[in-house]
């Protein structure tokens, strides 16, 4: 399985970046998939998640109403689209696959099998 993601960089605040994350070596559309970030010294944390079908989608009280996570099965590919950049939303941002299929896609980092390699997003002035 490899997850590669992509569209990271230097933007100005409020400015927007729209990350993917391209998936090969399994069947995308089974699995519910999430975009998970670490900042310096701080632990990971989760941003957004959608299910296999996506239907359903969850998202972290700093993403809602800024962030909007999408799929396209067909492509094998996530996306997050990041609006309203925030110096505080600077961090390496990773995709993530859940094997199981839950009612509601995990917030969890323990839940997810599969891990990209991270694309860097710096917030600044």
């Known amino acids: 399985v490899q997850l590669q993601a992509s569209g990271g960089g230097s933007v100005q605040p409020g400015g927007s970046l729209r990350l993917s994350c391209a998936a090969s070596?399994?069947?995308?559309?089974?699995?519910?998939v999430a975009w998970f970030r670490q900042a310096p010294g701080k632990e990971r944390e989760f941003v957004a998640a959608i299910s296999w079908s996506g239907t359903t989608t969850n998202s972290a009280d700093s993403a809602k109403g800024r962030f909007t996570i999408s799929r396209n099965n067909a492509k094998q590919t996530l996306y997050l689209q990041m609006n309203s950049l925030k110096p505080e939303d600077t961090a390496v941002y990773y995709c993530?696959?859940?094997?199981?299929?839950?009612?509601?896609?995990?917030?969890?980092?323990?839940?997810?099998?599969?891990w990209g390699q991270g694309t860097l997003v710096t917030v600044s002035s």
């Open positions: 993530a696959v859940d094997r199981r299929r839950l009612l509601q896609p995990s917030t969890t980092a323990n839940d997810y099998d599969y």
């Open positions: 070596g399994l069947t995308f559309n089974n699995y519910d």
